[in-house]
């Protein structure tokens, strides 16, 4: 009878929801290390010297003077060379740990150390619909409908603009309502890019009614910028700089991002691929570094890899997942906060390609201790693409791989010593038993959306597969999540200010 009770508590322990969370974002990386100290050492060392001989071309006149002035050289020959002990002031002096606020100051974000956090980015031009299972192109309507449904996903941590609205042809009405989009159905800690530097400040203008008046957004800002200041192989772009600059005079903080492609902008072996991409993305840190020490910028070393056979992006390979876990170790090592790009399938539909290449690059990227994982939520057709079902499904993969971060906790009470005894003694199973219900609450992530019937039952349901799935949990939460983060007065001051679509 004690028997059959035990195992009667145990199925509905089984069914109960956990009281607590047992894998949140912000879980510990860094146990997997790619590279060896003397790798590290090697690739750095390899870095200093591209930067010190070959130099960054291309620098826009205003940097120039300001690398000049730091202590760089010109080589008269349309280069620019930065010296070790200017790279080195600049990485000492670096913003190391801060915060990415939300405008929900509960949902802010602390960046740096070996805390690992899931996100988006992108700029996919199609949406794979949720009708027809086809893509087509991203639209207006779409980034508000993606921004919302990620507002009830537990990991993604901040949210950046996962699409481009096509249907925006103008630039500067573009960047508007890209902002707009996040103000109004999140509270997040965002990110957005801006095409020119004269779009900074009319934005900020619509930043600060939204934070409460002239000046409130920059003394506590809640979104970021996605700029790409240099352009593969060691040269930056004038425009992207300019965005910089403008960034830093309103106080946004940065993610400066290094995309270089292995074997089309940078070369193809994989420990030469490190050393040039490291450069560049210490370039950005320099440029930083001369025009105001100690502001905030993500280190976003992105390794990006090519199919070589064809030069198509190759965004879910097994290159792409130890290129970008090495380039969060690197980062890590030299104590700066760091981005990488991974889960972000060449997979068109969601199917096992989908599945296994996601978890591959995000479980190696989070295990190395990659403070912000890029791309990470949503992404299909290796960038191109952007799909509702992925949000959700993404979203419960990072639960599983915060709880594999997790790791072990060693404990008197977890090694349940007593608790073996009692049911080597007593009912001969631990089904029901005090020390089982803990660990369950405790311990466990139960999926939503995974399938862990039998197989009768699941055909029973119609033998549904994780697609079908995520479409209904996605057409869900589009139908009942409309939040209202923008007050009816905050909205029409914008509106009255810029063209809102």
């Known amino acids: 009878m004690a028997a059959r009770q035990g195992k009667r508590c145990g199925r509905q322990g089984r069914a109960a929801k956990p009281v607590l969370n047992p894998c949140p974002p912000g879980q510990a990386g860094g146990s997997y290390r790619p590279l060896s100290d003397s790798d590290l050492q090697k690739i750095y060392g390899v870095a200093l010297d591209l930067l010190a001989q070959l130099g960054m071309g291309e620098v826009p006149p205003r940097l120039r003077a300001d690398l000049l ?46 805390r690992v956090h899931f996100g988006t980015g992108g700029a996919a031009v199609q949406t794979l619909d949720l009708d027809s299972g086809l893509y087509r192109p991203s639209t207006l309507r779409d980034l508000h409908d993606f921004t919302r449904l990620q507002d009830t996903l537990t990991n993604v941590s901040w949210f950046t603009r996962c699409c481009v609205a096509t249907d925006v042809p103008d630039t500067y009405d573009l960047d508007v309502n890209t902002v707009y989009a996040l103000l109004k159905n999140t509270t997040k800690p965002t990110a957005t890019s801006f095409t020119l530097a004269d779009h900074v400040g009319p934005i900020v203008e619509m930043l600060d009614i939204a934070a409460g008046g002239p000046g409130a957004f920059a003394r506590r800002p809640f979104i970021k910028a996605h700029i790409s200041p240099v352009i593969s192989p060691l040269r930056f772009g004038a425009d992207a700089v300019d965005v910089v600059y403008a960034c830093i005079r309103h106080n946004i903080p940065v993610s400066c991002i290094t995309a270089a492609q292995a074997g089309a902008t940078a070369p193809a072996t994989l420990a030469g691929f490190l050393a040039q991409s490291l450069a560049e993305t210490l370039a950005s840190l320099v440029m930083v570094h001369v025009i105001r020490p100690g502001f905030p910028m993500v280190f976003s070393n992105w390794p990006l890899v090519i199919d070589l056979r064809t030069g198509a992006f190759s965004g879910g390979s097994g290159e792409t997942a130890v290129l970008n876990a090495a380039s969060a170790q690197m980062s890590n090592w030299l104590g700066l906060p760091s ?23 995000s479980m190696a990227a989070a295990l190395a201790g990659g403070n912000l994982i890029y791309e990470s939520s949503g992404m299909t057709a290796s960038l191109l693409g952007a799909s509702f079902e992925a949000f959700v499904l993404d979203d419960e993969m990072h639960s599983n791989t915060y709880r594999a971060l997790r790791g072990i906790e060693v404990t008197d009470d977890n090694l349940g010593f007593e608790a073996i005894c009692e049911a080597v003694l007593g009912d001969g199973h631990f089904l029901g038993g005090a020390h089982t219900f803990a660990a369950m609450e405790r311990d466990y992530f139960y999926p939503s959306l995974a399938d862990r019937d039998e197989p009768r039952t699941w055909a029973g349901n119609g033998a549904q597969d994780a697609w079908c799935r995520a479409r209904k949990r996605a057409r869900e939460v589009l139908r009942s999540h409309n939040p209202v983060y923008l007050t009816d007065a905050e909205d029409r001051a914008i509106r009255s200010r810029f063209t809102i679509l």
């Open 69 to 114: 002035a730091a202590g760089a050289t010109d080589d008269r020959r349309g280069r620019v060379l930065l010296p070790p002990s200017l790279v080195r002031q600049a990485v000492a002096q670096a913003a190391r740990r801060f915060v990415l606020h939300g405008r929900d100051a509960a949902r802010s974000i602390k960046v740096g150390g070996n």
């Open 339 to 361: 981005g990488v790009a991974c889960s972000m399938t060449d997979a068109k539909a969601i199917d096992a390609q989908y599945g296994m290449e996601k978890g591959i690059t």
